[in-house]
């Protein structure tokens, strides 16, 4: 588990609102162009303030199953703690509550065992898994959930940072020294995953939170995003035009560049009604060169199809 400095600050759900804050979103999906099917499955839920991309894997049924299975526990497991006065008081919304991360790693556990199981009893699903990479707001807080390797950007004062760490074979080459990140780019062991919701009954999440401040933007995405478009132009992508357009043209970008893989693309805003923050127009001399290009995907080989 970890967790990052923390502020104070304000509240709100992908259009839900609270003391004055909001949180807006724009989600979209798409198959790319080398896939036959979309296994990627994702959730924006305003009211729940909850975001979900899940990556599946296991061919054709399987990955599709795996993700939305995946999705449709995590929800329901936020929608019982939505219910607990205790666990989303007034002062988890404000610091960080170590109750809300026992419940985000909690409800990614209870996937995977359930997906572990479904997989176990039909053997068209055998093997099959997806990444998970969630945000829950609360106030002003932040509450994220990561299996996998899609991924969460934040972009504050026109500066993006990754927030998620890949848990990917190639990111661990990176961290121990054998590859450079050019080189991890390039790996033929990129697409493999070390962690995974399903492909094992038990799995560790990493749980953290962060303080959202005014105007900051979080991005959630599968790796058929920044597995096509490197960190550096998906910072610029995200400091220009409308965020209401931004997974579309993120999407457009990763489809010029081969669509080797489904693309799903989630995009909040705190604290603005839409259009676009301000600070999307600021640019930074240093760019973004936060996290690894991209590393690794999963050990079984997988297709992927339509949006969920």
């Known amino acids: 588990m970890r967790s ?4 104070r600050r304000r509240k709100p759900g992908g259009g839900s609102k609270s003391r004055g804050r909001r949180v807006s979103h724009w989600a979209k999906s798409d198959t790319g162009l080398k896939r036959e099917m979309n296994e990627d499955s994702y959730l924006a839920d305003s009211n729940l303030g909850l ?3 899940a990556d599946g894997m296991g061919g054709h049924a ?22 607990s006065a205790d666990l989303f008081s007034s002062s988890a919304s404000e610091g960080e509550s170590e109750e809300m991360l026992k419940r985000l790693g909690g409800a ?12 176990s009893e039909n053997p068209e699903l055998e093997g099959m898994g997806t990444t998970v990479t969630m945000m829950l707001t609360h106030g002003g807080m932040a509450y994220i959930g990561h299996v996998g390797d899609s991924r969460l950007y934040r972009m504050r004062e ?18 121990a020294g054998f590859l450079t990140e050019e080189e991890a780019a390039n790996s033929r062991f990129r697409n493999i995953i070390t962690r995974s919701v399903g492909f094992e009954s038990e799995v560790t999440a990493d749980t953290f939170s962060v303080v959202m401040q005014s105007e900051d933007i979080f991005l959630i995405c599968s790796d058929g995003l920044n ?14 035009g409308n965020l209401s357009t931004l997974p579309a043209r993120l ?36 760019g973004h060169k936060k996290g690894q290009k991209k590393g690794g995907r999963k050990k079984r080989p997988r297709k992927k199809g339509t949006g969920k």
């Open 227 to 240: 597995g096509m478009v490197d960190d550096h132009e998906i910072a610029k992508t995200m400091r220009r």
């Open 251 to 286: 999407i457009n970008a990763a489809n010029k560049m081969g669509g080797e893989d489904n693309i799903t693309v989630i995009v909040m805003c705190y604290g603005q009604d839409g259009r676009r923050a301000r600070s999307s127009k600021r640019t930074s001399k240093k």
């Open 108 to 119: 990614i556990k209870k996937a995977s065992a359930a997906i572990y199981e479904a997989s």
């Open 158 to 175: 026109g500066e993006m940072e990754l927030l998620s760490e890949d848990h990917s074979l190639v990111n661990e080459q990176i961290k």
């Open 62 to 83: 399987g990955g599709d199953t795996a993700s939305r299975m995946a999705v449709s526990i995590v929800r329901q497991e936020v929608i019982e703690a939505r219910n």
């Open 4 to 7: 990052r400095p923390k502020k």
């Open 51 to 53: 975001y979900i991309v």
